[in-house]
Nanobody, 114 residues
Framework: QVQLVESGGGLVQPGESLRLSCAAS????????MGWYRQAPGKQRELVAG???????KYADSVKGRFTISRDNAKSTVYLQMNSLKPEDTAVYYC????????WGQGTQVTVSS
């Protein structure tokens, strides 16, 4: 069965950086389209960044220029490098397989606060 396990979340101050990892098992990562989503309390879950099997990427306007999504197929891991973090980035971050079939990770908490 497909399993997506996020790690790397935590508490950081505004302006600092964090790198999230999504370890994928039970699947072939190189043929999967993947995404990072986040959900803050009382808000809708939103797409933060996506990456296709062909390595094309897209980002939400709110994180463009600050976040970078990448993949290491040999390590079966997707990353989200988050720089210049802001308090409004505070949320639970989820890893998701978009294709060929949808699957979600359990989420990891990111808190940006002074």
């Amino acid at each position: 069965q497909v399993q997506l396990v996020e790690s790397g979340g935590g508490l950081v101050q505004p302006g600092e950086s964090l790198r999230l990892s999504c370890a994928a098992s039970g699947m072939i990562l190189r043929i999967a389209d993947m995404g990072w989503y986040r959900q803050a309390p009382g808000k809708q879950r939103e797409l933060v960044a996506g990456i296709t099997s062909g390595n094309s990427s897209k980002y939400a306007d709110s994180v463009k220029g600050r976040f970078t999504i990448s993949r290491d197929n040999a390590k079966s891991t997707v990353y989200l490098q988050m720089n210049s973090l802001k308090p409004e980035d505070t949320a639970v971050y989820y890893c998701k397989r978009e294709r060929p079939l949808v699957s979600w990770g359990q989420g990891t908490q990111v808190t940006v606060s002074s």
